[in-house]
């Protein structure tokens, strides 16, 4: 069998080498009919070369049965996902207090002689937050009390004596107004005293204290910076082009990048106007406080859906492939070949896109190797394990 294989060869190479001998002999310039007897003669020595080559791999073949198997690509497959898909709109937001901070604040002037809370306090509406010392009221009311008392002994003796038809009745009537006068001062200052404490107009936690003991304070004056973190939201500013896209009412998701949690919340209000320097309105979202572990003007990502499609066909990004015209495709197995079928993409979404064209939900997508491979290729099925 090698000696066949050997005489073989050797006739092929003195076949071709003659062919070269004669072609470097001839005139390159030849009529019509030379050049149509020598492209006759090269067609049929190509023909016997053909016909030599396929005699050497029939040998090749028998000598080697397995150089003849054709090569198989390994590969791993999935059907093509048709499921539900949903598109989402991601904007930036803060947390912050459903309600605006408030400020506990006192009524009147003076020296601030006690503070009852420290930061990060929970304190309910009501509690005794700081007392002002309002020691000047107190001596006034003092002395308000000496002259009450005075003005009533006038008056007394001016009312026996108006009893007794004696005196005038300016005179009863001027002590009178005297002591009246006197005690609606009294209870003006004892009222005033009453301010001396200073009350909490909210529950919440003590955010920030803006006065300390020992400092003075005017009327209306912040004490303390009341925050209630109990009831909180999310405040989105949304582009104007997904103004019909976020409804009250509705349900959406707010990631908490820094916490790596996400929870759901209810859209509680749309703004009614667009921020003509940036395009874009508020939304807000109501959420829970999770026991305290959110904070106002903590970044959040609020999704809102601007898409759904029921039953789309689905691929994952990595599958979609481009070939040199831009055309998109992706590869599936069809009797054990491989094959190149162009698809028509729509929305994506978490590396996931919708093909809306080219697919039609029943195909076998190659995962593992979709790229090392070529169309018309044998491929050999791996488990995914």
């Known amino acids: 069998m090698k000696t066949t294989l050997i005489v073989i060869f050797s006739g092929l190479l003195l076949i071709t080498g003659c062919g070269r001998s004669d072609e470097a002999s001839k005139d390159s310039s030849t009529s019509l009919k030379d050049v149509q007897k020598a492209l006759y003669d090269k067609r049929k020595e190509l023909k016997n070369i053909k016909a030599e080559i396929s005699k050497l791999e029939d040998i090749i073949s028998k000598l080697n049965p397995e150089s003849k198997k054709e090569k198989e690509t390994p590969v791993t ?204 309105f508020e939304v807000e979202a109501s959420i829970k406080s999770k026991n305290g572990l959110l904070k106002p003007n903590l970044l959040a990502t609020m999704l809102i859906q601007d898409l759904f499609i029921k039953a789309a066909i689905v691929v994952p990004d990595e599958l979609i492939l481009q070939d040199v015209s831009g055309a998109n495709f992706v590869m599936i197995i069809e009797e054990d070949r491989a094959v190149k079928r162009v698809v028509k993409m729509g929305k994506g979404y978490q590396n996931e896109t919708v093909i809306v064209g080219g697919l039609t939900g029943e195909e076998v997508l190659v995962i593992k190797g979709s790229r090392q491979i070529s169309e018309g290729d044998l491929l050999k099925v791996l488990s995914d394990n």
């Not at 009311?141 to 005196?167: H, M, P, T, V």
């Not at 200073?198 to 303390?224: L, N, Q, R």
Request: aromatic share 6%; hydrophobic share 40%.
């Open 77 to 280: 497959v999935s059907k093509v996902q048709v499921k539900n898909f949903s598109h989402f709109v991601e904007v930036q937001g803060n947390v912050m207090p459903m309600q605006d901070p408030v400020f506990a604040s006192s009524e009147t002037g003076g020296r601030i002689i006690e503070l009852n809370v420290i930061e990060g306090q929970f304190i309910n509406k009501g509690d005794l937050v700081a007392q002002v010392n309002l020691e000047s009221i107190n001596k006034s009311i003092a002395q308000i009390e000496e002259s009450l008392k005075l003005a009533k002994d006038i008056f007394e003796r001016q009312e026996n004596l108006w009893n007794q038809k004696i005196g005038s009745e300016i005179q009863y009537l001027q002590a009178k107004s005297q002591v009246e006068s006197l005690i609606k001062n009294k209870e003006s200052l004892e009222f005033e005293l009453t301010k001396a404490n200073v009350y909490a107009p909210a529950s919440g936690y003590v955010d920030m204290i803006m006065a300390k003991s020992g400092e003075m304070c005017g009327p209306g004056t912040p004490i303390v910076q009341i925050v209630n973190t109990n009831k909180l939201k999310v405040v989105a500013s949304v582009p104007e082009i997904y103004l019909g896209k976020a409804k009250k009412g509705e349900k959406v998701l707010i990631n908490f990048p820094a916490l790596d949690q996400e929870q759901y919340g209810r859209i509680i209000m749309i703004g009614r106007s667009i921020h003509p320097a940036n395009r874009t």
